[in-house]
């Protein structure tokens, strides 16, 4: 009789004494890697700031008044759980006599937003470090120990999960609710047939309100339904619909679309109809700007730059042995990670690195696992499997390292647009005419000055009779008529220090330089960022007046180019460019 070959012999206790010698020291390095994950994700927060956390804090907001976006379904979970800690904030604020009234409460935070913003993204931090916690804890279930702790180290050095945990956005969250799914669907595969209804109930519960988070977490129902039938015997359709667990599953699915947001019950068929216009996003761009590349290609670059040389060829190892694997586990994390690339992948328009963070844990658990298999593959002494076990990590979490390193520097000082502010009221007049290149409702990524008396009427006047005419195009209604309390607010509470701003809205409503010349426009505040998209060629096809006013600022001898606030290795940010009118 053939003996086993020992290159595919493998001892599940010998891997896990790669990492740890017992199951208490296992529990102490997951503790410590989720403290070391929580530290990195909330050092800095104070010095944070995203463009998307405003619509997010706003419409928070707006829930706890009581107005609902019944037009707005993306990203409502995450505002619920900031709805809940405003509430909160609210209600610790009235038992100390912080704020006499709801209205009160809200003059005081429509002007200074700081401890709202650091409320969400405590939350991401938190969600962002559990994330973590729910890697090592996926590799348990699927018998995988040893490799969990590695996957998790590996995912605690995730830059583009760091970063988005430093924000009052949705991603960490999703991540969270992504990670929470697939536990239970793990658990699923792993049991088989006795499998608990608990599971199936927590895996589609968990997994509608991802959904209802972000969409690509429908991706979901794949591994659930791989791990469902896995081992049957027989797949007869009559079998497949009167399955109570899959029956149970899918209407704890439906409850957690529910959970996620209310407004299903309400209006379900503009649901569904919004379900239907999702694949726009693959022909529509976002604040007409589109990447370099397209998503399969942009996202490769990406890992190789996220991971390092090292760390990337284990990847590449890894996906090639997983692909050609019989192992249901691998195919498990695979059936998640190919349909979750495809779908990304294929835009032009919606790429980010932050749209890979629900895909990396599965790729670092791979990684894992197969360095342990190797490893434990080799005859050598435990000893000396520890020792270059320890060497190979070390190699592969230098780049990881050496670029959290560079991240957490740069959330160590403030950011540019704090900068920007600070040097605008310290050097320009209070009450000068400012083009800036600004957002269409609030002002979240340029300079934070406040707008002046005159400049806020303004504002409100068009909104009031943009909705009034029915000329306001927002098809997520982000501004209606209960909105318009926000410039109210503002205008109860002009500063002494404010400018008469006109924005560029996302740079796209601008006019010749001649006309702001004729206008009285003293000074320019410019992104860099603005600048360059406003450039392209593929602006100037779309929005031929919005290329020739970018294009034009450098050589327009009527301006001058007096201060220039560029990011550092201590200050994140955009480059700002500030010109005064001389002409």
């Known amino acids: 009789m053939k003996r086993p070959s020992k290159a595919i012999a493998f001892e599940p206790s010998r891997e896990t004494q790669l990492t740890a010698p017992s199951s208490d020291r296992q529990r102490w390095a997951a503790a410590g890697i989720f403290l070391l994950a929580f530290l990195l994700r909330i050092y800095g927060i104070w010095n944070a700031d995203h463009s998307d956390e405003y619509n997010e804090v706003f419409e928070a907001l707006r829930v706890c008044s009581g107005h609902l976006n019944l037009e707005r379904w993306a990203k409502r979970f995450y505002l619920y759980v900031l709805s809940v800690e405003y509430g909160s904030f609210y209600l610790l604020g009235r038992l100390f006599h912080m704020f006499s009234s709801p209205m009160d409460f809200a003059a005081n935070v429509v002007r200074d937003l700081s401890p709202l913003l650091l409320l969400g993204r405590t939350t991401s931090a938190f969600l962002g470090a559990a994330s973590v916690f729910l890697t090592c804890r996926i590799a348990t279930v699927l018998g995988w120990s040893g490799a969990g702790l590695l996957a998790a180290l590996f995912f605690c050095l995730n830059t583009a999960h760091i970063e988005v945990a430093h924000f009052a956005r949705v991603d960490a969250t999703l991540g969270f609710l992504v990670l929470l799914s697939f536990s239970f669907i793990a658990a699923i595969l792993r049991q088989g047939p006795s499998s608990r209804t608990r599971d199936y109930m927590l895996a589609g519960l968990f997994a509608g309100i991802a959904f209802q988070t972000k969409a690509p977490a429908i991706v ?38 529910v959970i996620g947001n209310p407004a299903v019950l309400a209006a379900p068929r503009k649901f569904l109809l919004h379900l239907l216009g999702m694949g726009k996003v693959y022909v529509t761009p976002i604040n007409e700007t589109q990447s370099e590349h397209i998503g399969f290609v942009a996202y490769i670059i990406y890992f190789y730059r996220e991971m390092g040389w090292a760390l990337s060829l284990l990847a590449f190892y890894s996906l090639c042995r997983a692909t050609l694997s019989r192992s249901k586990e691998e195919i498990l994390l695979l059936s998640f990670m190919l349909p979750f690339y495809l779908i990304m992948g294929a835009s032009r328009f919606l ?25 434990v593959a080799w005859p050598m002494y435990p000893a000396a499997r520890r020792a270059l076990a320890l060497f190979l990590c070390t190699v592969l979490l230098l780049q990881p390292a050496h670029n959290v390193w560079r991240l957490e520097l740069s959330f160590s000082g403030k950011n540019t647009r704090l900068l920007a502010k600070e040097w605008i009221e310290a050097n320009i007049p209070s009450g000068s005419k400012i083009l800036m290149d600004s957002g269409k409702s609030i002002n979240s990524f340029a300079p934070a000055i406040a707008e002046n008396r005159e400049s806020l009427q303004r504002t409100l006047a068009e909104k009031e009779r943009a909705l009034r005419d029915g000329t306001l195009l927002d098809p997520t209604r982000i501004v209606d008529e209960h909105a318009l309390i926000y410039y109210e607010l503002l205008l109860r509470t002009v500063p002494e220090l404010s400018y008469d701003i006109t924005s560029t809205q996302f740079g796209l409503q601008v006019e010749p330089i001649d006309f702001y010349l004729r206008n009285g426009y003293e000074y320019f505040v410019i992104s860099q960022e603005m600048k360059t998209s406003r450039s392209t060629e593929f602006v100037a096809r779309r929005h031929p007046k919005a290329a020739a006013f970018y294009r034009s600022l450098d050589r327009d001898s009527r301006l001058q180019l007096i201060q220039v606030i560029r990011p550092t290795a201590k200050n994140r940010g955009d480059t700002f460019l500030i010109y005064k009118v001389t002409g």
């Open 220 to 257: 979901l129902v794949i591994p659930l339904l791989f791990a469902h039938f896995t081992g049957k015997a027989s797949l007869q359709f009559r079998e497949i619909l009167l399955d109570k667990k899959l029956l149970c599953c899918a209407l704890f699915f439906i409850l957690g679309l």
């Open 351 to 375: 790429v980010s690195p932050s749209y890979m963070v629900p895909f990396m844990p599965f790729l670092y658990l791979l990684c894992a696992r197969h360095l342990m298999v190797s490893i």
